[in-house]
């Protein structure tokens, strides 16, 4: 079983959709959630942290639910520029920084 | 924001040779690198920690003596890949830990397209 999974998709929406993201980790023991994004051929970049409690961040909004070993990502209004793969990611277990990736699921929207 | 870089962006080698890559912390120090590897299609995989002033720490699987790591100063990690042969071919990205107060962040290169003819 892997670590992070996600659905790879790919998600086809239209502009102004609602699109939401699951992932689901199998480390209990693993501290810090987020969010990254991939576009093609480029290096992950950093969208946002998941806590606990949720966060919000303009169109975007993570939850982590820790019994379920759970994590979300709701995108609103989405738009042309949101297309890229969305990458699921954990640290691996206390103290330990190096980062556990899921696949991603790629997202495309369409005009 | 913080800058990671990374040299060369892109090399296209002959099989047998070996090529070395660079990760650089531009505007802050990072006592901790990773290196991570891609294949198409794939997620990021963690190949190994390194670790400034000591022997980076591989992911089981990775071989420490064809991936040689070298963290000789707070700013530079460099990954050589010894013998290149076409399985290495991947795209191959560095990350630092920014450890001061309140970041705590990791920023990732550009990353390192390696092909091997």
């Known amino acids: 079983r892997k670590e992070v999974e996600q659905d790879p998709g790919p998600f086809n929406v239209p502009e102004g959709a609602t699109v939401a993201f699951n992932c689901t980790y199998s480390?209990?023991?693993?501290?810090?959630f987020f969010w990254y994004r991939q576009d093609c051929r480029k290096e992950p970049k950093l969208l946002m942290s998941?806590?606990?409690s949720g966060n919000e961040d303009g169109r975007f909004t993570a939850q982590l639910n820790r019994a379920s070993q759970y994590i979300s990502l709701l995108i609103r209004d989405s738009k042309l520029s949101d297309s890229a793969t969305y990458l699921c990611?954990?640290?691996?277990?206390?103290?330990?920084?190096?980062?556990?990736f899921g696949s991603g699921t790629r997202l495309q929207v369409q005009p | 924001g913080a800058v990671v870089s990374q040299h060369p962006s892109r090399v296209i080698c002959k099989s047998g040779t070996s090529v070395k890559i660079e990760c650089r912390s531009l505007?802050?120090?990072?006592?901790?690198m990773f290196w991570y590897r891609q294949f198409p299609k794939q997620s990021l995989m963690l190949m190994a920690t390194?670790?400034?002033?000591?022997?980076?720490?591989?992911e089981q699987g990775v071989e420490k003596d064809k991936f040689l790591i070298n963290h000789a100063s707070l700013t530079l990690s460099t990954l050589t890949v010894t013998s290149a042969h076409p399985e290495d071919s991947s795209f191959y990205i560095c990350?630092?830990?920014?450890?001061?107060?309140?970041?705590?962040?990791?920023?990732f290169g550009p990353g390192t397209r390696l092909t091997v003819l």
């Open positions: 505007d802050f120090q990072a006592t901790t």
């Open positions: 480390n209990s023991a693993s501290q810090s």
């Open positions: 390194s670790n400034e002033g000591s022997k980076a720490t591989y």
């Open positions: 998941v806590y606990s």
């Open positions: 990611v954990v640290t691996r277990q206390p103290g330990r920084r190096a980062l556990t």
């Open positions: 990350s630092a830990r920014d450890e001061r107060p309140d970041t705590d962040t990791q920023y």
